[in-house]
């Protein structure tokens, strides 16, 4: 698949392989005509969009609010891209060492779902202490070399 991103593209190969267990998405989605048609696309191939919200600037909003474990029969949970997600990537007031991301992760843990997180190798300034934060409450992480450089405060030659 090669639209709407990979939160999309790996519930649509899930659905082709016929898994047997719930696929939904959950969060934001944008208010054009990819949205509508990821939308629509979604409902023909019964994947769940309960949680699914049709908003502009989906990755600038996207925050904790949005995620409800509580109801789901889901096995896993994939968040991406990490140092992308500019609600989510903040930190906690209350806690400087914890991201928005991070305490989601937990709570999808929490709610025996397996956690799986993608970074982007695009420039942030905490991109490290962003990814430190939510590594503990990672199962699997999706990472190349830049990305691992840029997690372990590496420079990577190209």
């Not at 898994?19 to 629509?40: C, S």
């Not at 502009?56 to 029969?73: I, M, P, Q, V």
């Not at 409450?137 to 990305?147: A, C, M, S």
């Amino acid at each position: 698949m090669t639209n709407g991103g990979a939160p999309y593209n790996i519930v649509k190969n899930l659905r082709t392989m016929n898994v047997d267990f719930a696929l939904l998405l959950i969060g934001l989605i944008g208010n054009d005509f990819n949205g509508k048609w990821i939308i629509d696309d979604c409902i023909k191939s019964n994947i769940d969009i309960n949680q699914l919200e049709i908003t502009s600037c989906t990755n600038g909003l996207l925050d904790e609010k949005y995620f409800n474990f509580s109801e789901t029969n889901a096995k896993l949970f994939y968040l991406g891209p990490l140092t992308q997600l500019n609600r989510l990537d903040t930190f906690n007031n209350n806690d400087n060492k914890r991201t928005n991301a991070s305490k989601v992760l937990e709570n999808t843990l929490l709610h025996g779902l397996e956690t799986i997180v993608d970074f982007s190798s695009g420039k942030n300034i905490d991109y490290s202490h962003i990814a430190k934060s939510s590594l503990p409450f990672i199962d699997h992480l999706i990472i190349n070399e830049t990305e691992a450089g840029l997690i372990f405060t590496k420079k990577h030659n190209k």
